[in-house]
């Protein structure tokens, strides 16, 4: 460093050895641990944008560091990012951050977080209902909360053992199903599980 008289440019002083300036350490501040995010959800990862210096390579493992995946090597410097969470459940995730071109010097989520499946929401039938045997009724649910194909099945009996209504039913949110005809009961249930 140089100090000099703004008047008298003669009068000045430089450092007397060389000093060293380097990068402050990432710091990630979400996900850090212990959170469940659910698969094809739209979650934010987040760090303190002071402590990069550049475009952020944000990567992701499954198996407790031993691999990482990239989820964006041109993410800019602000300090969020928004990700959508791929089909990978896990209960060993963690997500590292650091510099484009630095990446040994990075944080990593203090401790492993969960990608899980959503649970099906159904919203019709819901209990309460009162469907006729041999009439169509629709049974729907909340598309966010499937992430792919499903399985549609039926009981009469509470729960104790299923029926199949359709398989690999795409994830429109409804289903017109033709009820069987089939004796009358209080029992009956509809279940949605994923292909």
């Known amino acids: 460093l140089k100090v000099q008289d703004k008047n008298n440019t003669c009068r000045k002083d430089f450092s007397n050895n060389a000093n060293t300036i380097v990068a ?3 710091v990630l501040t979400a996900p850090n641990g212990g959170e469940s995010w659910n698969v094809n959800t739209a979650q934010q990862i987040t760090w303190n944008a002071s402590s990069l210096y550049n475009t952020v390579l944000l990567e ?5 560091g031993a691999n990482w995946n990239v989820i964006s090597n041109t993410a800019p410097n602000t300090g969020s990012y928004t990700w959508t969470v791929p089909n990978s459940i896990s209960a060993q995730v963690f997500v ?7 990446s040994a010097l990075n944080d990593i989520s203090n401790t492993a977080f969960n990608i899980v499946l959503p649970k099906p929401i159904i919203t019709s039938p819901n209990g309460g209902e009162t469907w006729r045997a041999g009439n169509t009724q629709s049974i729907t649910w909340n598309t966010a909360s499937v992430t792919s194909a499903v399985n549609i099945e039926y009981s009469t009996n509470n729960g104790s053992s299923w029926n199949t209504i359709a398989s690999g039913v795409s994830n429109t949110g409804s289903y017109s199903w033709a009820v069987p005809q089939i004796l ?12």
């Open 24 to 26: 402050a350490t990432p």
């Open 184 to 195: 009358s009961t209080t029992n009956a249930l509809i279940r949605l599980s994923f292909t």
């Open 60 to 64: 992701y493992s499954t198996d407790n």
């Open 96 to 102: 590292r951050i650091s510099n484009v071109g630095n």
